[in-house]
């Protein structure tokens, strides 16, 4: 240490300590001359801080291994957190014994809601043979003439073929692959991938180089299915200018979303070809016939030639991993106690990187999840001895009434709300008697005393209610009516019932291996923890109901970390109030910086086409591919500039 003064910084006190420290530069300090340092940031700490400070820095240690699904560490943050529920007074809130296998009291007592969460996709069995001029059936070879892909139904389908083109439902100007009253009933669809595309083999509606949001394969499916198709054939369409129109794609790649109901395989294009030319269609077409057909769209589905069948066979396994909601109840008094406010925070996190949204580059590293969502869980067991404390205080009767609360830690957040979907499927409460929600995502990194808390329109009287708490809280509190947004909150709020969601946020460390405890603001968290305190008080003892309204948004949490591409600004605003994605930081090094792009610009449109919030924003970036050129219009100062911009990889080439 040289001369000048040593900051420290620790439970969000800094700590300055002038030259006398370092009297003796050159020479090496003693663990026992540093030891004050320490003890000096400590001293002044209140227990509360103390306590907050070190779940956090619990949760966050390596020990935990970030707290995944798919780590030991997952599962002992659910045994810690049950640990202290059960530790402040709280109840057991859900069936005695369930999670037992954890050969944990807290699980047999009934702290534990177990359930699964996707893994890895294993392929049990694959077979597809297809019939052309009553001459078969020829067998097929896996990973040469097809694949079977990873959200395929369980089962066997066989039929006659029909080609629904894009399968899309609706594009640009009117544009859709089916007709009204078209029924796929008993037939194998034939899908192609992408999008319309010009003579160059590019998407026809993009001004960029890349692909639409109307090119995602999930919707194709769903729109096959939805018209009784009882299997589906996917097939990379000719003549496209993509390095994936080459390969297959495999169970692996194709794990995401929810199996569809019906097999489903991707065939090599130069088996499509070939089916073709052998006499599928009737009517002498070659596959960039069918291709150009699908392109101009209005076609309807084609029903190939009568005498082609096809038939497979698939049996794909989800790998289960195992989670846990843990549950804590603190009893309601008097005439109120058979209603609940759920107050929860999710205590899970990305792990090694290889599950949720992490950077590629950062996968094999440790994501603490100091911040995202320790400070929540934190929170939560903060609260948790709060309120237990208050309701001790009321008596018995607790009069004139104050309504039940269950404390919820909520596991698989970050790989869609697994959690908080399966508490609703499986509540062990009348969910009707549910009054409100309150969410902590993220509040450790409070600054200037700010703090973001959305849903105040999910609720009628929320305004006039909260209003007063934020005003006497002392902080800068920034209110925004959407109820959905990419945490838990959301799927209560679309459940029916209103929901808080308080989060200080976003910042350079978020999903990434540096959201570590000692950047955590301990007392500005429990500053935020001060007004939920009084607003849950003030939902658990408010004699009137509330009437719920309804909100929009986009819901971003299931798909947030699968884009390739990086833009490299940080949203200011998850509401969805106002068009457009305000940009509240960015970051360094990044196409966004690169480009000109300044913090407190909107971004109104992308590659010619509005933008609505961030989630349209995430989408757009998921359809991208590193080097794509994109034109994106700010508003800046009242003024619209356009500003290119060229993506890169999330690695961080282009």
């Known amino acids: 240490m040289n001369q000048g003064s040593i900051r420290l910084i620790a439970l969000g006190l800094v700590v300055t300590i002038g030259a006398a420290v370092s009297a003796r530069p050159n020479t090496p300090k003693r663990s026992d001359e540093r030891a004050p340092v320490i003890h000096m940031a400590f001293a002044g700490a209140s227990e509360e801080a103390l306590a907050y400070h070190q779940h956090v820095t619990t949760l966050s240690d390596p020990f935990f291994e970030g707290r995944s699904a798919d780590t030991r560490g997952g599962a002992l943050a659910a045994e810690y957190l049950a640990f202290h529920f059960k530790r402040v007074g709280l109840e057991p809130a859900f069936e005695p014994g369930l999670g037992e ?40 070879e896996v990973e040469k003439d097809f694949n079977p892909l990873g959200f395929s139904g369980k089962g066997e389908a066989s039929g006659p073929l029909v080609f629904v083109g894009y399968s899309i439902e609706e594009g640009p100007n009117g544009y859709s692959s089916y007709k009204p009253g078209d029924d796929l009933k008993g037939k194998i669809a034939v899908v192609l991938r992408y999008e319309p595309v010009n003579e160059k083999g590019e998407s026809a509606w993009s001004n960029f180089d890349g692909w639409s949001r109307h090119s995602e394969l999930m919707p194709k499916m769903a729109a096959a299915v939805s018209r009784g198709a009882v299997g589906i054939i996917l097939a990379n369409p000719p003549g496209v200018k993509d390095p994936r129109s080459r390969t297959l794609e495999t169970g692996k790649s194709t794990r995401f979303g929810k199996p569809i109901g019906v097999p489903a395989i991707m065939i090599s294009t130069g088996l499509a070809k070939a089916m073709i030319r052998d006499g599928v269609d009737a009517g002498g077409r070659d596959f960039m016939d069918f ?11 084609v029903a190939m030639k009568s005498d082609a069948l096809f038939s497979m066979e698939v049996e794909v396994d989800r790998a289960r991993m195992d989670s846990n909601n843990i549950g804590g109840l603190l009893k309601g008094k008097g005439d109120l106690a058979s209603e609940y406010l759920i107050i929860g925070a999710h205590y899970d996190h990305l792990g090694y990187g290889y599950v949720g949204g992490s950077n590629p580059n950062d996968q094999g590293q440790l994501h603490p999840g100091a911040d995202d969502n320790a400070s929540g869980t934190a929170g939560l067991i903060a609260l948790a001895k709060r309120l237990g404390e208050r309701y001790a205080a009321m008596g018995e009767s607790g009069s004139p009434g104050v309504r039940s609360v269950i404390f919820l830690g909520f596991g698989g957040e970050e790989m869609g709300l697994f959690g908080s979907e399966h508490f609703l499927k499986n509540t062990p409460i009348d969910s009707t008697k549910v009054v409100a929600m309150i969410n902590m995502d993220m509040i450790g990194r409070v600054k200037d005393d700010e703090v973001e808390v959305s849903g105040l329109g999910t609720a009628e009287e929320f305004p006039a209610i909260l209003e007063p708490l934020f005003e006497a809280s002392g902080m800068k509190v920034k209110q925004t009516r959407s109820g959905i947004g990419p945490s838990d909150h959301a799927t209560f709020h679309k459940a029916g019932a209103p929901v808080l969601a308080f989060f200080s946020g976003l910042h350079k460390d978020y999903h990434k291996p540096t959201d570590t405890p000692e ?86 449109k992308w590659g010619g086409e509005e933008l609505a919030d961030a989630g349209a924003m995430m989408q757009r970036l998921r359809d991208h591919k590193p080097g794509d050129v994109v034109e994106i219009v700010v508003v800046r100062e009242g003024q619209e500039v356009t500003i290119p911009v060229t993506l890169q990889s999330r690695g961080g080439s282009e």
Do not use: W
């Open 291 to 301: 291709r150009r057909l699908a392109d101009a769209g209005g076609h309807g589905a």
């Open 101 to 140: 296998d954890i050969k944990t009291g807290a699980a047999a007592e009934g702290y534990f809601q177990p359930f699964g969460v996707p893994g890895e996709v294993e392929v049990k069995k694959a077979e597809a043979v297809v019939t052309v001029k009553g001459v078969g059936p020829a067998a097929l």
């Open 519 to 604: 950047k955590v603001n301990v007392e500005g968290a429990l500053r935020v923890i001060d007004l939920i305190e009084e607003c849950a008080m003030t939902l658990a003892t408010r004699r009137d109901a509330l009437t719920v309204k309804q909100t929009t948004g986009t819901q971003t949490g299931p798909g947030r970390g699968n884009a390739r591409v990086r833009l490299g600004v940080m949203p200011g605003d998850y509401s969805g109030e106002e068009p457009g994605v305000l940009v509240g930081d960015v970051m360094e090094n990044t196409p966004a910086q690169r480009a000109g792009m300044l913090k407190g610009d909107r971004i109104i």
